[in-house]
């Protein structure tokens, strides 16, 4: 996404390209490039221009014109036929299920050809995937069409990062180069633009990177400026696609100007360091830049430069032709890096928390739906899985609102935007649930009366047991009775939470109890850890019997918020200074840090096996918010709940959770799309250090243990302390201090940019005595954030049409 109107020159100042307007050489000048490879594609925005319905019809209209072109060029000669590049996969698939035999055929033709290229990747995607959701991403057509289809490139464009996950995975598929356009907004490049790199994978494995300009940059070599500076939606009438001779004319005079203008920007680059003699730059329309279709009339323009044999050279082509001159010329001599690629421009799916969460939350039902529990996977359960996997892919696809999100945050256009995107969380959320239901009904509803208990983690589990009074009838249940040990289980009532404690319940295992409605005898209470609390009652410090240091030390589950002072927004502008004390002294003066404030003494309650401390507070941004800290008495592990009422205001803030873990010792480890990496170290130089996009965990692990911290909903953290802007390439101070980033609207576009109303947010902290891998970490977090599941199975037997059609999986 991006600023039409003034991104384009702020970021040719950037990279160092913008035209030069004195000295111009003459079109007699040699130049130091020998050729320009052109890849022209469509940047594919699942809405931002245009609602996501109609951009989905838009993108396979230009695939069909695209192929159009191809055909009619396909008898010339090589530097005269019209190429085309498909960015998203997703589109091609979508295209190919309505496509007529015939037309297929042609598509095939036009690839074998080597005029169309299709990519790898569904489509531009922010960093959230887990690694069954890659593993999705990377199988999104049928194997034999991707042996048709033959890809060879990974396309990733806008995004400022790249899932190591996803480089892995296509690797693991054969493909050996990634194209990528970073657009620089609120974001950067990790080296110059353009640029490439061999991107080694943690098995050995290299894929070749080219860091390419903006994808719409083709077009900037050759003119001054753009030829649209606005951007509009495809309906309307009075704003036009460029038509022949617009833009790129081909006669004499246009295109020998538009070579001055070339040289002259290629000139300033060799000023700055460019060191090869080509260039690879990907051109898109000038309709609206985003979600343009093709130009067929690119390819006489290229025609008509080579017909007057200037130089460089032009050549319109793919990705994949072009990846395989890059390695060709150079791939011997470009530098080799490792790591995560974390993304800049993640922060923005924070502006959406309750959607974030409830994808995440559907990624954990997913992985139980999938357990061994329920004795095995037929295809409809894969089916299914599929399905709801595709949808959570496609929410972490990177536009989530209108390119209008905050001139006009509630008109139809932008409502429409948030309203499809939220789709592809909650719909997948309720259909995760819904298929863990079925899959449970299917497993109990024949088994002997009592009250099921079903542990589709991959940990043992020990905690509370939370049952729905609706269920009860009205019937005063007082306790239950497992069928296997004769054990008696109080059920204790918190509000409106009924509950009861169950101890070590086997991984993927199944337990029965009765439910009983005379009174349980009072359990024994288990040793209380030593826990110290501040002024006003709220837990600082917790230590189990065995550890040699607190759990945590400080105000855990503080709330904290960053927010714009005088002007409504933060601008982007500040990002892009390049003096690291300018920058910041530019931040500290925008913005203030609030924290919240107590609302008088925490409450305090206890049952035999934890103890529980609930705490109001207030702050400016919020209403009606709450903390509450549940400390276990069986093992080293607190629970922290924040809710959060967030009044309106469409100033940029930014919304953080403080955790101040204890000082192990050890450099904290986490992962993403289930690769694990140390932030800061293990990532790639010029990468995201503000922010970190996580599985849900961080582990510090050390000889003596492992101290784990893990979030159910929140996939955004910062160590320290807030780093907007701060770009660090070294550890903070304290790596200790985790911030749970939970809420973040300084984007002015493609986000909401105002959430209201209730959040909630549940976090986990825990103590093993053994160093815990990060494989064990991602399962202990799977397990904590999502506890057994419950049905009650009564003494009737249900009739068998009503069975076969309610538990029947389709």
Same mark, same amino acid.
């Given at each position: ?646 009044? /309106?205001?469409?100033?940029?803030? =930014?919304?953080?959770? &403080?955790?101040?873990? #204890?000082?192990?010792?050890?450099? %904290?480890?986490? !992962? ?38 893990? /979030?159910?909903?929140?996939?955004? =953290?910062?160590?320290? &302390?807030?780093?907007? #802007?701060?770009?660090?390439?070294? %550890?903070?101070? !304290? ?44 399962? =202990? ?12 199975? %009564? ?16």
């Amino acid at each position: 996404m991006k600023r039409i109107n003034i991104l384009v020159g702020l970021l040719l100042a950037i990279s160092g390209v913008a035209g030069i307007t004195q000295n111009i050489p003459g079109s007699g000048e040699v130049s130091p490039i020998e050729y320009i490879d052109i890849i022209h594609c469509s940047h594919t925005d699942y809405g931002y221009t245009d609602h996501p319905y109609i951009v989905e019809d838009l993108q396979q209209r230009f695939l069909d014109i695209a192929l159009d072109a191809a055909l009619a060029t396909a008898q010339l000669p090589v530097e005269k036929r019209f190429c085309w590049t498909a960015e998203a996969l997703d589109i091609v698939w979508r295209w190919w299920r309505n496509a007529t035999p015939s037309r297929r055929s042609d598509l095939l033709a036009m690839i074998r050809q080597g005029q169309i290229d299709i990519t790898a990747l569904p489509f531009n995607v922010h960093p959230f995937l887990n690694a069954s959701q890659w593993d999705q991403a990377l199988n999104w057509i049928p194997d034999e069409l991707w042996e048709d289809f033959h890809p060879q490139v990974g396309i990733q464009h806008d995004v400022n990062g790249f899932s190591q996950a996803s480089a892995m995975r296509l690797a693991g598929k054969g493909i050996r180069y990634i194209w990528n356009g970073i657009n620089t907004w609120w974001g950067g490049a990790p080296f110059y633009q353009p640029s490439g790199f061999w991107w080694q994978m943690p098995d050995g494995k290299k894929i070749l990177v080219w860091q390419c300009w903006p994808y719409w940059y083709g077009y900037n070599l050759f003119t001054r400026q753009d030829w649209r500076m606005v951007q509009s939606e495809a309906h309307n009438t009075q704003f036009r696609t460029p038509r022949i001779n617009d833009i790129l004319s081909a006669d004499e005079a246009s295109v020998r100007e538009a070579h001055v203008i070339c040289l002259e920007k290629i000139r300033k680059m060799k000023e700055e360091g460019y060191p090869f003699d080509f260039i690879a730059v990907s051109i898109t329309n000038q309709w609206r830049i985003d979600n343009d279709g093709p130009f067929p009339p690119l390819v006489d323009f290229v025609a008509k430069w080579n017909e007057l044999q200037l130089k460089p050279r032009l050549r319109l082509t793919t990705a994949s032709d072009a990846m395989q001159r890059i390695e060709k010329k150079v791939g011997g001599i470009l530098p080799t890096y490792s790591g995560e690629w974390p993304d800049w421009w993640a922060f923005g799916v924070a502006s959406v928390p309750r959607e974030l969460a409830a994808s995440r939350q559907a990624g954990n039902h997913v992985r139980a739906a999938l357990s061994p529990v329920w004795g095995g996977n037929d295809l409809p359960v894969i089916e299914n899985v599929e399905e709801i996997t595709r949808s959570l892919c496609r929410f972490y696809e990177h536009t989530f609102a209108a390119n209008e999100a905050s001139p006009s945050p509630y008109g139809f256009f932008n409502q429409g935007h948030l309203a499809e995107k939220a789709i592809y969380a909650y719909r997948p959320y309720e259909e995760a649930k819904w298929l863990v239901a079925q899959r449970m009904r299917n497993l109990i509803t024949n088994q002997p009366e009592g009250l099921y208990v079903v542990n589709a983690g991959e940990e043992d589990y020990s905690g509370w047991i939370v049952l729905d009074p609706v269920s009860f009838r009205k019937v005063d249940y007082q306790s239950v009775k497992d069928q296997k040990s004769g054990r008696v289980h109080k059920v204790y009532t918190d509000g409106a939470e009924v509950k009861f404690w169950a101890e070590k319940i086997k991984a993927g295992s199944v337990q029965s109890f009765d439910l009983l409605e005379q009174k349980a005898d009072d359990e024994t209470s288990l040793p209380v850890p030593d826990i110290r609390v501040d002024t006003q009652g709220w837990p600082s410090q917790v230590r189990w019997n065995g550890m040699d240091q607190p759990l945590f030390s400080g105000e855990i589950g503080k709330f904290l918020s960053l927010e714009s002072l005088a002007d409504p927004r933060i601008e982007a502008d500040i990002w892009i200074e390049k003096d690291s004390s300018t920058r910041l002294r530019r931040i500290a003066e925008a913005t203030r840090q609030t924290g919240g404030i107590p609302s008088g003494e925490a409450k305090k309650t206890e049952t035999p096996y934890s103890v529980v401390y609930t705490q109001n507070f207030s702050h400016p941004r919020l209403q009606n918010s709450w903390r509450r800290v549940e400390v276990f008495k069986n093992e080293p592990r607190v629970r922290v709940t924040v809710h959060l009422y967030r009044r /309106s205001m469409p100033n940029t803030e =930014i919304f953080y959770i &403080e955790f101040p873990m #204890a000082e192990t010792g050890a450099f %904290p480890v986490t !992962s993403n799309g289930g690769v694990a990496f140390r932030p800061y170290l293990d990532q790639i130089p010029g990468t995201c250090t503000d922010f970190f996009t996580i599985d849900g965990w961080v582990n510090y692990p050390s000889k003596a243990g492992s101290l784990l911290w893990s /979030s159910r909903d929140a996939a955004l =953290i910062s160590f320290s &302390e807030p780093q907007l #802007a701060a770009k660090r390439r070294t %550890p903070p101070g !304290s790596m200790n201090r985790i911030l749970a980033m939970v809420y973040n609207n300084c984007w002015e576009e493609n986000f909401l940019n105002d959430c209201i109303g209730d959040m909630e947010f549940q976090f986990d902290l825990v103590w093993k005595s053994h160093p815990v891998s990060a494989e064990e970490a991602q399962r =202990i977090a799977c397990s904590l954030t999502l506890p057994p599941f419950v049905m009650l199975n %009564p003494a009737t037997r249900e009739d068998p049409f009503t069975y076969q059609r309610m538990n029947e999986i389709k």
